[in-house]
């Protein structure tokens, strides 16, 4: 579909920008900091079992997601409307992530706990790829690399926030939930996926009222089901007509891997390296959030004004330019300082990388192309964590993991060179792109 000619208004842009601080909820509270630890420790009982469970099950959801976004995606390209994808796969999401309550600290509950998670999980990535092809709906061009860097810092802000009240209204204060929770079976800590899924339903509310969506085509379920199947596969097979957004999507899977591999370990690097304890570790991603959704919210004028691509190549020279160094530290008061400014230049990378995705999105082919942005995500999604524990062990140093992601920085520098970013302006303009 065209980029909507006229300027959104504030209330549709506003409430945009709220679906990444309300979806930012699930990420933060199950599969990073509280519920993810608390399945290993609590729910297992062996730390090292229960992470191998929890990778396991994250692992199928990654291949659920990676067959089901670009078809999904090319289905609603026919059923035009994608609001209601969205409400389905962000109530499913919801209900799972609510589910999680039930899974108390025994064994037996495992089980359970790794369906829910995998469902929610499959369903709030692809919801994902419906939020962020609304992008196109929402903004003009002009205004596509400031919404999507608002968004994206806010998101950041809205995890913080979302962990800061599960920690010090549920999980670390002396009264959880101002006394209405009883500390036995760790109710507390099971109340967290009760918060990420209120927060989440909650906030979400404001996307489905004030949005405005791409108008329904009038096309079935099952008709738009098989041409959007044969558009996939005829896309799939002629994707020398799409070299421009081909060579975009391998160079954003690899640097989005590089980041995504830092957040994943970089905890860990920091409790190893520099001695930090597990109240430090927190307070560095409080603070890590802040410094990220600042660079997000700060680069989105770059965005519109020099262009996704010099954005995503700037913030590619500073991960690089705080990366090597922070290998180098040895002082933690160093390593807070190249670690933070590592972290301004997280959001920037990716709140572009989805601008640029939609502006190189031919016309009616924008929820497909999210979706391959995800399927190409996923697909390169295991070989940075690869990388680091190869160069770990190889080297027997984390530092020599870390550096391996660096790697992963310069190579997504050097395919994003070769992409062309399309000038603001047509659907022509945007069709030789992808094609160039």
């Known amino acids: 579909m065209p980029h909507t000619a006229e300027a959104p208004s504030r209330r549709a842009i506003a409430s945009w920008c709220l679906y990444d601080w309300a979806n930012s909820s699930y990420n933060t509270i199950i599969t990073t900091f509280i519920f993810s630890v608390y399945f290993a420790r609590g729910v297992v009982g062996d730390e090292v079992a229960g992470a191998s469970r929890w990778s396991a099950a994250l692992t199928v959801a990654g291949l659920?997601?990676?067959?089901?976004?670009?078809?999904?995606?090319?289905?609603?390209?026919?059923?035009?409307?994608?609001?209601?994808?969205?409400?389905?796969?962000?109530?499913?999401?919801?209900?799972?992530?609510?589910?999680?309550?039930?899974?108390?600290?025994?064994?037996?509950?495992?089980?359970?706990?790794?369906?829910?998670?995998?469902?929610?999980?499959?369903?709030?990535?692809?919801?994902?790829?419906?939020?962020?092809?609304?992008?196109?709906?929402?903004?003009?061009?002009?205004?596509?690399?400031r919404i999507s860097g608002w968004g994206w810092g806010i998101g950041y802000f809205g995890g913080l926030a979302c962990l800061v009240v599960a920690l010090f209204v549920f999980v670390k204060s002396p009264a959880p939930l101002f006394g209405l929770l009883d500390t036995a079976e760790q109710a507390p800590v099971r109340a967290t996926a009760l918060l990420a899924a209120a927060w989440y339903g909650l906030f979400a509310l404001p996307f489905f009222l004030?949005?405005?969506?791409?108008?329904?085509?009038?096309?079935?379920?099952?008709?738009?089901?098989?041409?959007?199947?044969?558009?996939?596969?005829?896309?799939?097979?002629?994707?020398?007509?799409?070299?421009?957004?081909?060579?975009?999507?391998?160079?954003s899977a690899i640097y989005r891997d590089g980041i995504n591999t830092i957040t994943a370990f970089g905890g860990i690097f920091a409790a190893h390296a520099f001695g930090m304890s597990f109240e430090e570790i927190l307070l560095f991603a409080i603070a890590l959030n802040v410094v990220a959704g600042v660079g997000a919210i700060g680069f989105a004028w770059v965005d519109d004004r020099m262009g996704a691509?010099?954005?995503?190549?700037?913030?590619?020279?500073?991960?690089?330019a705080f990366g090597v160094p922070l290998l180098l530290a040895t002082e933690k008061a160093w390593f807070w300082v190249l670690a933070l400014g590592l972290g301004a230049f997280f959001g920037p990378a990716q709140a572009a990388g989805r601008s640029m995705m939609?502006?190189?999105?031919?016309?009616?082919?924008?929820?497909?192309?999210?979706?391959?942005?995800?399927?190409?995500?996923?697909?390169?999604?295991?070989?940075?964590?690869?990388?680091?524990?190869?160069?770990?062990?190889?080297?027997?140093?984390?530092?020599?993991?870390?550096?391996?992601?660096?790697?992963?920085?310069?190579?997504?520098?050097g395919l994003m060179l070769a992409v062309r970013e399309p000038a603001p302006g047509d659907a022509n303009t945007v069709r030789q792109s992808a094609a160039a």
């Not at 691509?309 to 690089?320: A, E, H, Q, R």
């Not at 502006?359 to 924008?366: D, F, I, K, S």
């Open 210 to 251: 004030f949005v405005p969506d791409v108008p329904a085509t009038g096309l079935g379920i099952r008709q738009a089901a098989r041409e959007g199947m044969a558009t996939l596969r005829r896309t799939l097979a002629e994707t020398r007509k799409y070299r421009n957004t081909l060579r975009f999507l391998i160079a």
């Open 64 to 145: 659920l997601i990676a067959l089901l976004s670009p078809v999904l995606g090319a289905v609603a390209d026919r059923t035009g409307r994608r609001k209601p994808w969205m409400a389905l796969f962000t109530a499913l999401t919801v209900v799972f992530c609510a589910a999680l309550w039930w899974v108390k600290p025994d064994p037996s509950h495992a089980l359970f706990a790794l369906v829910c998670v995998v469902i929610g999980t499959v369903a709030f990535e692809l919801a994902n790829v419906f939020y962020n092809a609304s992008l196109t709906a929402l903004a003009p061009p002009r205004m596509l690399g």
């Open 358 to 413: 939609a502006r190189l999105a031919p016309p009616g082919m924008v929820g497909e192309m999210f979706g391959l942005y995800s399927l190409t995500g996923r697909m390169a999604g295991f070989v940075g964590p690869l990388a680091f524990g190869l160069a770990t062990a190889l080297f027997e140093s984390q530092r020599a993991g870390m550096a391996s992601v660096v790697a992963f920085f310069v190579i997504g520098f």
């Open 309 to 320: 691509k010099p954005t995503i190549l700037v913030s590619l020279i500073g991960l690089t």
